[in-house]
């Protein structure tokens, strides 16, 4: 008998992109002669897993790579899906989405299988920025899918990007009025971070341009007031939303709630699981492994013990603007936060703001947030 009390989060990974973007060190590839192979070796995978496990599902989260650019294989996973879980009505169902694929073939397909939210990754509205960066769409091609989407979808999410080599506070600030003047729930905002490997990275490591950190800190800074002002809150560190267009599969995540992963490299988290406390599952990053095994074989077993989850827990809760709950906080680890950690907390204070019910860090303090945490934690 399945066990349907058991609520969880579902992520899938759709892989392929168009082209791979100068900064990006995502599990992803232009590659996507194997789409046809690897749709079949995910529906495998669901359906397996989904046969082992069962449930009642939240919210489901399609990222990738680009899902948009798969369209043509939406409904089967949503088959296997309806077939093996029970999807909750009204269930978040989010799809990341990219300029040059937003078309209306996309958006049939995407509405057709319940798609209620989607995520686009503009990063920047200058055509140069663009262009350097490798991103594989103009400024064009973005307010067009930003029109369409913004029409059809309830909900849409931007990503946006700050700190890009030579991008001025006006290109910010332009990119910004330019989305908002869109009527989006949600936004999100990155810095650019250099990843090892990456032929943004080689680019600065040959002297090509150099990053100002400061001047990114600024810069954020700048689009932080500017959504402020335009009715988005900051909810955490990088997200914002108008009331409460959270994204229901992140803020699961950051709740510490489970989830179930399915495709190439995806984790699962299990609190209820097998182990010690809970156990983190991740599968196979290696196409040729996934593909030939369904995801069964070349993964990784994380054992979780309880003081680690403890920290994850933390970790993760303060991302949040509203902190860690106090009250989830016992209800998960069986005993009172600030027993352990209220030394800790008293020697924060400062950055913190602290209720009989929540810790949180003090919003003028999240850019050192990673800082506090340690401090909190070790
Ligand atoms: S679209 Fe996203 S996943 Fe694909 S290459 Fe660019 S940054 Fe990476």
């Given at each position: 008998m399945r066990d349907f009390s058991h609520d969880f989060s579902i992520y899938i990974h759709i892989?392929?992109?168009v082209s791979k973007c100068a900064y990006c060190d995502f599990l992803s590839f232009a590659d996507t002669s194997r789409m046809d192979e690897y749709f079949s070796a995910l529906e495998r995978e669901i359906r397996v897993k989904g046969r082992e496990m069962g449930g009642c599902v939240d919210n489901i989260y399609i990222g990738g790579g680009t899902p948009s650019l798969a369209y043509p294989y939406f409904v089967r996973l949503r088959k296997a899906l309806d077939e093996e879980f029970f999807v909750r009505d009204g269930a978040e169902i989010s799809m990341e989405c990219n300029p040059e694929s937003v078309t209306p073939e996309f958006i049939d397909a995407a509405k057709a299988i319940g798609v209620n939210r989607v995520s686009l990754g503009v990063q920047s509205l200058s055509d140069p920025l663009l262009r350097v960066i490798g991103r594989a769409h103009d400024r064009q091609k973005a307010l067009d899918a930003l029109d369409s989407l913004t029409k059809e979808f309830p909900a849409v999410n931007v990503d946006i990007m700050v700190?890009?080599?030579?991008?001025s506070e006006k290109d910010v600030a332009e990119t910004l009025g330019t989305v908002l003047s869109y009527p989006i729930s949600h936004l999100s905002c990155y810095s650019l971070i250099l990843e090892e490997g990456t032929p943004l990275c080689a680019a600065a490591e040959r002297g090509e341009f150099a990053l100002d950190d400061d001047y990114a800190v600024d810069l954020y800074d700048r689009a932080r007031e500017r959504l402020s002002a335009t009715g988005f809150h900051r909810y955490e560190i990088s997200n914002f939303c108008k009331g409460d267009a959270v994204c229901a599969y992140n803020l699961s995540v950051w709740q510490y709630g489970e989830y179930l992963g399915f495709g190439l490299g995806a984790s699962s988290f299990l609190r209820k699981g097998e182990g010690d406390f809970a156990v983190r599952l991740k599968n196979a990053d290696d196409m040729s492994v996934y593909i030939s095994s369904s995801g069964r074989e070349g993964g990784l077993r994380e054992e979780i013990v309880r003081e680690e989850g403890e920290r994850e827990f933390i970790m993760l809760a303060l991302?949040?603007?509203?902190?860690?709950d106090l009250a989830s906080f016992y209800e998960i680890f069986g005993f009172d936060f600030m027993q352990k950690y209220g030394e800790k907390v008293k020697k924060l204070s400062k950055m913190l703001c602290v209720t009989k019910q929540k810790v949180a860090i003090a919003p003028e303090y999240f850019y050192v947030s990673n800082s506090i945490i340690e401090e909190l934690i070790y």
């Open positions: 892989p392929f992109c700190g890009l080599p030579g991008q991302r949040l603007e509203e902190g860690l």
